[in-house]
């Protein structure tokens, strides 16, 4: 099944402007992560984030997680052509030693 | 480079064969997980192995086999291809972990399989 949902599923904003994405999922968890791929290539992760925290940032990334509304965001500033891929989160629900994938949410930098 | 090797790239076969995908985890790395992705899809857990046995499995087919071995590389084996198994297939591994929190995964680039 299915835990987290990303939204939405395509984002298209010109290079320069901020980009959100968010995830949404349904049990609690442990920590909750965020991916990226770029097109045919391997996923390469971009932030962990632990079940008791609320914020977390690298470099241009920001990873929000709030618990209650069992929800995340990854925000991208100041986007650049190099960021266009598409991104997961996944959720470590602490069940069968796996990670829960969501769908993805595609995102085309315009230049 | 995730320090994750996936042997072959690319591969085209025929429905009915029988292939053999090969995973070398980083070094250090005990965890072994293998993924399918097909065409703008999201990602499919098989299965994981955890210093050679078998810790958690997904909707890894019947025709789908895998194991690890002593030196920690895996090898995925699909058997009876059909067209619908055409897709990437990603191994990924983790850092050994206490109990069943899964962490960060390092994946390899992928092998493509193309049935036809």
């Known amino acids: 099944s299915q835990q987290g949902e990303e939204d939405p599923q395509a984002l298209s904003i010109q290079e320069g402007e901020n980009a959100t994405m968010n995830c949404s999922y349904k049990t609690s968890i442990n920590n909750l992560q965020w991916y990226r791929q770029n097109s045919g290539r391997g996923l390469v992760h971009l932030i962990l984030?632990?079940?008791n925290e609320r914020e977390k940032h690298s470099g241009r990334l920001r990873v929000t997680l709030d618990t209650s509304k069992k929800s995340s965001s990854l925000l991208i500033t100041a986007s650049r052509a190099a960021d266009t891929a598409s991104y997961f989160c996944?959720?470590?629900?602490?069940?069968?030693?796996?990670?829960?994938w969501g769908a993805g949410t595609k995102l085309i930098i315009k230049p | 480079d995730s320090g994750v090797t996936q042997t072959p790239k690319h591969l085209i076969t025929a429905t009915g064969q029988r292939v053999t995908l090969r995973c070398s985890p980083r070094?250090?790395?005990?965890?072994v997980y293998w993924y399918q992705q097909s065409l703008d899809q999201g990602l499919q857990f098989l299965i994981q192995y955890y210093n050679g046995e078998e810790r958690a499995k997904g909707n890894i087919l019947e025709r789908f086999s895998a194991q690890q071995f002593p030196d920690l590389h895996s090898e995925l084996n699909l058997s009876s291809l059909e067209l619908g198994d055409s897709a990437l297939y990603f191994c990924a591994s983790s850092v050994p972990r206490q109990g069943p929190n899964t962490g960060e995964l390092f994946f390899g680039e992928g092998s493509r399989l193309t049935v036809l």
């Open positions: 070094s250090g790395d005990l965890s």
């Open positions: 984030i632990r079940s």
């Open positions: 996944a959720t470590d629900a602490g069940s069968n030693y796996q990670l829960i």
